[in-house]
Nanobody, 114 residues
């Protein structure tokens, strides 16, 4: 059972990134999924969630209108499109199942700075 996040990097304010999370070892299409993030010195926080078929999504207020979560069940992958990035979005980003969460992956670092 494994989650591998990728796609992070250094971007200027106003820029964009697309994160990916590939899941393995479980029936991906059976689980609602979420993205989380952890900034230095802060607790990990939920950012966005998506239901099994991708029909319903929800977002932390501070990212609404800027971030879009999606999934491809054929590829066992959940995505996070991040636009209009702000310095306060700087964090390590993780994905996980909403129910019966599994061990966290290594995450992917997102740094928003000029």
């Amino acid at each position: 059972v494994h989650l591998v996040e990728s796609g992070g990097g250094l971007v200027q304010p106003g820029g964009f990134l697309r994160l990916s999370c590939v899941a393995s070892g479980f029936t991906f299409s059976s689980y609602d999924m979420s993205w989380y993030r952890q900034a230095p010195g802060r607790e990990r926080e939920w950012v966005a969630g998506i239901t099994t078929a991708g029909v319903d999504t929800n977002y932390k207020d501070s990212v609404k209108g800027r971030f879009t979560i999606s999934r491809d069940n054929a590829k066992n992958t959940v995505y996070l499109q991040m636009n209009s990035l702000k310095p306060e979005d700087t964090a390590v980003y993780y994905c996980n199942r909403n129910s019966f969460p599994i061990d966290w992956g290594q995450g992917t670092q997102v740094t928003v700075s000029s």
